[in-house]
Each structure stands twice: as structure tokens, then as C-alpha cells.
């Protein structure tokens, strides 16, 4: 397709329990994001891949957050052992190039909701 | 104090109106600068990059004002298509965004 993709669209999942959520970037572009958007509030920085490299993952919360990209296109976040405030709406971005004058352009996220 | 800050609203403005809002940075390195539109529960576009001689697009203006630290959106002419959220984006010379908590607008019939 030729915007970014998120999996699943909507999640659910009971406290404690692991979940992985996908992003599947625009063909070609070299960096990725993830973002995390509580209600009413703007996204927030979680983490940042040039490539397959992780070059800054400053915004995960606790070390439960754990986000990969092995090849360099699609990546996951996963969260493990998952708390309430954990719900959110996780946004993928990806952009062309890494340096910050590039748009980022994001994917229609997931909606995490713990129970 | 956080590092970009919007007024939340909600703008209720009749059709026709022109509305404006402000963004304040603290970060006086910062380099780039965007307008992001966000419909409710969907993901923000991009509405417009926002460059230091200020840029316009249709209805859209956008100004940065660097020694005062602001960013501003105009829009002109309001249609009720334009009822959504505003993020305001800061960006200092590295890739990360600083979002802001975005400005609501209603635009009412």
C-alpha cells in the first residue's frame, strides 16, 4: 500500500499479558517512529529506528516496552506484562530520510486497551 | 513548563470565520516546524511545514515568529470539513517531534 500500516487496528488484552504490535513503513523509507497518544493529548516519542538500527529508544516508558526492526522495514513494539496504563494509541511514523526536516507520516495506529 | 504548548479549545466558530491559533516552543534551538491535522480517532497529516518567511497553502497560512518562540496557523474562510484537531510539531536539529497537545476546532453550520 502506499501509506504506513498498523496491526491490529484494535487490541484488547487482560493485565499481565503480552502484546506485539506491527508497523509497516512506506516502501523505502529510512526512518521509523513509534508514538504513544493518551486521550486528549498529543503523541509522545517512544522510539526511533534509522535502518534496522535502534538509535534512540529514550522515550519507552519502563522496560517492559521492547521494539525491533531486523531488516530494516517492518518493526514491532512489544510490551510485556502489560498495566492499565498501558492503554493508549500507539502510532507508527516512518519518513524518507533522518534528519528532521522530512515529514513524518504515520499509520492509522492501534488502540491498546488493558483490562 | 512542557516544551510546546497549545491552547486546547474547543474553537467554535460559524462558517466563514477566520480563526487562528498559537503554539509556543521552549526550545530555542528548534529548527523545524509543522501543522499536523488529526480527525478524531485517526492518525495526524500533515497539513503544511511551516517556514521562517511564513507559507501559505489555499485558506491555510502559517507563521514562525522565532524571537517570541511561537508558531501560528490562520485559516480563512472555515468550512465544517475543517472541524478537527491541530497538533503543533517542534523539532530541534535532531529527528524527533515534540508534539503539542492540539487545538480543537469546531466549525459550526
Known amino acids: 500500500g502506499a501509506g504506513v500500516s498498523q496491526s491490529p487496528r484494535y487490541k484488547v488484552a487482560k493485565r499481565g499479558q503480552d502484546v506485539a504490535l506491527r508497523c509497516d513503513p512506506i516502501?523505502?523509507?529510512?526512518?521509523l517512529f513509534w508514538y504513544q497518544q493518551a486521550l486528549g493529548q498529543g503523541p509522545e516519542f517512544l522510539t526511533y529506528f534509522q535502518n534496522e538500527a535502534q538509535l534512540d529508544k529514550s522515550g519507552l516508558p519502563s522496560d517492559r516496552f521492547f521494539a525491533e526492526r531486523p531488516e530494516g522495514s517492518v518493526s514491532t513494539l512489544k510490551i510485556q506484562r502489560t498495566q492499565q496504563e498501558d492503554s493508549a494509541v500507539y502510532l507508527c511514523?516512518?519518513?524518507?530520510?533522518?534528519?528532521?526536516?522530512?515529514?513524518?507520516?504515520f499509520g492509522d495506529g492501534t488502540r491498546l486497551s488493558i483490562l | 513548563r512542557k516544551e510546546v504548548e497549545q491552547d486546547p479549545g474547543p474553537f467554535n466558530v460559524p462558517e466563514g470565520a477566520t480563526v487562528a491559533f498559537n503554539c509556543t516552543y521552549s526550545?530555542?534551538?528548534?529548527?523545524?516546524f509543522f501543522w499536523y491535522r488529526q480527525d478524531c480517532r485517526k492518525e495526524p497529516k500533515l497539513l503544511m511545514s511551516?517556514?521562517?518567511s511564513g507559507n501559505e497553502d489555499g485558506r491555510f497560512t502559517a507563521q514562525l515568529n522565532r524571537a517570541s518562540q511561537y508558531i501560528s496557523l490562520l485559516i480563512r474562510d472555515s468550512k465544517l470539513s475543517d472541524s478537527a484537531t491541530y497538533l503543533c510539531?517542534?523539532?530541534?536539529?535532531?529527528?524527533?517531534?515534540?508534539f503539542g497537545t492540539g487545538t480543537r476546532l469546531k466549525v459550526l453550520a
Open positions: 510539531v517542534v523539532s530541534s536539529g535532531t529527528y524527533k517531534y515534540i
Open positions: 526550545n530555542s534551538a528548534s529548527q523545524s
Open positions: 516502501s523505502g523509507h529510512v526512518s
Open positions: 511551516v517556514y521562517s
Open positions: 511514523a516512518s519518513s524518507l530520510g533522518h534528519t528532521n526536516n522530512q515529514p513524518q507520516h
